[in-house]
DNA sequence: AGCACGCCGACT
DNA sequence: GTCGGCGTGCTC
């Protein structure tokens, strides 16, 4: 920014859509740009404000002055305004929280304030007659000052406003702001060099020697890394230091998140398709935007793609970004990344801490990594010259955020690769029916893998109607014979066998045996599932738990039916039928622990494990090579979700998990046990055909013009008050039919459903009801919202009623 | 988001 | 009459 300037625009970390003019101190000027955090007073509180560049004061009278620079360096190019200038009109989302939301958590500063008690304070709590809730307050602040949310935690009594004017005017407590937050901080080490001069001569003990030597090898040395050859290094350099025979500074070191280095791989050679595929790509890389969706059946070699062109990308001299759908991927996607590029790769996900993830970041931003492997968020590093941006698993559902800032890193991906003028490369054994249309209408170049490694067949499926079950009784109402028949040889034969049921907990809908009223979470409107492991009931929505002793609360009786199944319940079955085998699970209850799915895949690999029950994470692109048994114990769990994408999503899970079945020498086999056998979606993941799937689901979009071939935004409205709710939510919705009758185009292009109560009408206290806005274009719907929002914006600033908006909804519970 | 201002019900 | 509850609007 040239120093004539005066003004900056100024993006606050708060939901406000407007940006800020500031005025830049002299002395400050060359130190603010765009990228650079500052320090900003904002209406009568201090807050963290990101500078997007030149700002004018327009016909303001008076313009505020920043207080601080808080960077050293932009935290992100300024290239990147661009697309968070997008993903914040896109997302209807205001630009400094996306800016937020985009950065390594850990570094918003912003004031907070304190209660302290004054000496008159104190003597008032000995001498004057305080009222009780007066007296428990002065009691806390005795303690050590606190913040209005610590009060209002520690607390029973509701924090007034007023109570603490009172007792302020009384002198009895002050309030104190003071700055919190933005703790992430590059890390310093001490380090040590020897002096001009070299190793001195002269009379020194042996520990001076050692370390003299070891300081000649390098230019500099961490006293960290001396102190492992010289216990005594630190008191030892401190008087060589005092002598002048070494210096030491700070240097800025990475935290690193790596475990041991990894042995380097060579890049084998591609099959024909492979070479197909990455030729196609490597012809356009370079040469601007596109985007290509690789389809593969399972184990058909797609990392050897992404590792080819992330090759070529990189003697292009371009970035890297390449995103898996969740953590547990990360760890096999990064190790095939390392193995073959080495050091240059950087890693951006929630295992990391905020240290690891700031410097990861920093690497990135100093362009010190050429590879970015990530999470959803990692769509957001920030690079620069991104040549190729590589989605795993595109079809993913993880890849849309379901909290804050609602995007979705897919699509996210093929807008940056746009920006960048790079190739978007989108990979699926089973791809979305939007990346499937995009290549019908041409938008998308597709690339197919036909070929499994090693032309292994794809597992047989064989489907078992549930129906005819029925009468089974114990284990076989969930394990049908047909089930149990291939378990017993797969074991038999020393092989292992996976089992797949999409849900977590022992019993899913516990019951009283004496009223048949059903055991309730007392904050959602959903039934609690027993946790066995844990001797407790559990709610999957709010995380209330209560003991499995506990009685009905209706009637009081202790007789309560397990009804519902979950993997706990399948894994007993399993350990009941097969005493002899070695039995795991693997769902989100055994996985927490860090380090506990390693041990899981670990467990598979060195074959201690020979029965795996688990949830979908089993299904997600995890390399089992000695599986040859999956069984699918109920395959119609997700159909019956009240979205109009349940049919992709069962297809997807359906065909995702056959697909770990025989990925190495051995053939594997799949039993598909359903109520729906003649579904199409179940008749689709059995042939593990996509393609028949897609023909089919694409014609029901079509005839109820779902997505692709319209676009919605979703308005999510919530609060605690049932009625206010409700009656909110009727509000927004006469107000939608208003603004769609108020003209002729929305009233062609619109259609608005709702509003309706949520399929799941209470979660965690808080009451829920949504509109559905369907739109012929993204325009359409987009700019319809636009005008509702800012027609009634009064609506949707509510404080006892959340309107939130999704754009493109993925869950619509 | 916070924080202040401003408008109505229950108390001295 | 005022105290104190919460709905509304603004922040360079």
Not at 104 to 123: K, M, N, S
Not at 409 to 435: E, F, I
Not at 686 to 701: L, N, V
């Amino acid at each position: 920014m040239a120093d004539s300037h005066t003004y900056i625009e100024v993006a606050v970390a708060l939901p406000v859509y407007q940006t800020f003019a500031y005025c830049v101190p002299i002395p400050l000027r060359s130190q603010v740009s765009p990228g650079i955090r500052v320090l900003v007073p904002f209406g009568r509180r201090t807050v963290t404000g990101y500078v997007l560049g030149d700002g004018e004061a327009g016909s303001l009278q008076e313009v505020k002055h920043i207080l601080d620079v808080l960077d050293s360096e932009p935290l992100f190019p300024e290239s990147m305004l661009d697309f968070f200038r997008w993903v914040s009109d896109y997302y209807i989302y205001p630009i400094g929280e996306v800016i937020k939301c985009a950065l390594p958590g850990g570094l918003t500063v912003y004031d907070q304030t304190r209660l302290e008690i004054t000496t008159t304070g104190d003597a008032a709590l000995q001498q004057v007659s305080l009222t009780p809730v007066e007296r428990r307050l002065l009691r806390r602040l005795q303690a050590g000052p606190k913040s209005m949310t610590d009060i209002r935690s520690a607390s029973e009594d509701a924090l007034s406003l007023s109570l603490i004017h009172v007792l302020e005017n009384r002198g009895w407590l002050i309030k104190k702001r003071e700055l919190r937050g933005g703790r992430t901080k590059p890390k310093m080490e001490r380090y040590v060099s020897l002096s001009d001069s070299g190793i001195p001569d002269g009379p020194f003990s042996p520990a001076r020697k050692k370390l003299f030597e070891a300081l000649n090898q390098r230019v500099d040395m961490p006293i960290k890394q001396l102190r492992k050859i010289v216990p005594t290094a630190s008191s030892i350099i401190r008087s060589l230091e005092t002598g002048g025979y070494v210096s030491t500074f700070q240097k800025r070191v990475y935290r690193d998140p790596f475990g041991e280095s990894i042995a380097s791989d060579i890049a084998p050679t591609l099959n024909e398709e492979q070479k197909k595929a990455v030729g196609s790509v490597i012809d356009t890389m370079g040469k601007g935007f596109s985007t290509y969706l690789l389809t593969g059946v399972t184990g058909s070699g797609k990392t050897e793609v992404y590792l080819s062109l992330a090759a070529e990308a990189m003697a292009h001299d371009v970035t890297v970004l390449v995103l898996v759908p969740e953590i547990a991927l990360m760890a096999q996607m990064e190790r095939r990344f390392r193995a073959r590029f080495g050091d240059c790769i950087a890693v951006l996900h929630s295992g990391l801490s905020a240290g690891e993830r700031f410097d990861q970041w920093m690497r990135i931003r100093h362009k010190e990594a050429g590879i970015v492997i990530g999470a959803r968020s990692a769509i957001f590093a920030p690079a620069e010259k991104i040549g190729l941006i590589i989605v795993d698993e595109e079809h993913d559902t993880s890849y849309k955020q379901e909290s804050g800032l609602r995007y979705n890193a897919r699509d996210l991906a093929v807008v940056r690769a746009k920006l960048n003028g790079g190739v978007a490369l989108l990979g699926s054994a089973t791809p979305s029916v939007q990346s499937c249309h995009n290549v019908d209408k041409k938008k998308f170049a597709e690339l197919t893998l036909t070929r499994r490694i090693d032309d292994r067949p794809l597992a047989e499926i064989i489907v078992v109607d549930l129906c005819k079950n029925r009468d089974a009784s114990g284990t076989g109402r969930f394990i049908s014979s047909e089930l149990y028949q291939e378990m017993k040889q797969t074991l038999s034969r020393g092989e292992q066998a996976l089992l797949f049921l999409n849900r977590r907990g022992y019993a899913s809908f516990p019951v009283c045996g004496a009223c048949g009223e059903a055991v309730r979470c007392k904050n959602c409107d959903i039934s609690l599932t027993l946790h066995q492991g844990d001797r407790a009931y559990k709610c999957h929505y709010c995380g209330f738990t209560r003991a499995s002793v506990s009685r009905c609360d209706t009637c009081g009786s202790s007789n309560i039916k397990l009804l519902g199944m979950g993997t706990e319940k399948i894994e007993a079955a399993a350990k009941e039928l097969f005493p002899e085998a070695r039995v795991a699970r693997m769902d989100r209850d055994t996985t927490v622990r860090k380090g506990s799915l390693l041990g899981l895949l670990k467990g598979l690999r060195n074959r201690t494990i020979d029965l795996l029950v688990g949830t979908q994470i089993i299904a997600k692109g995890h390399d089992f090579p000695n599986i040859t048994l999956v069984g699918i114990i109920c395959a119609d769990l997700s159909l019956s979700f009240p979205d109009f994408r349940a049919g992709e999503r069962t297809f997807q899970i359906l065909a995702q998990v056959a697909g770990r079945a025989g990925r190495g020498k051995r053939p594997g086999k799949v039993i598909l046990q359903t109520y729906n056998p003649n579904h199409f979606c179940i008749e689709s993941a059995r042939k593990q055909d996509f393609r028949s799937f897609y023909e089919k689901e694409i014609k029901f979009r079509k005839s109820l013009t779902y997505p692709p071939f319209s676009r919605m935004i979703h308005l999510k409205i919530s609060g605690k008050d049932r009625q206010k709710v409700r009656q909110y939510a009727i509000d927004i919705g006469g107000k939608c039919r208003l603004l769609k009758n108020s003209s002729n185009t929305y009233q062609k292009s619109i259609e608005i459903m709702g509003p309706i109560e949520a399929p799941l009408p209470r979660i965690a206290g808080r009451f829920r009801w949504q509109i559905l806005c369907k739109g012929s274009t993204f325009n359409a719907v987009h700019g319809f919202t636009r005008r509702l929002m800012s027609g009634y914006s009064s609506l949707f600033n509510q404080r006892s009623v959340k309107v939130v908006v999704d754009v493109d909804p993925v869950l619509m519970m």
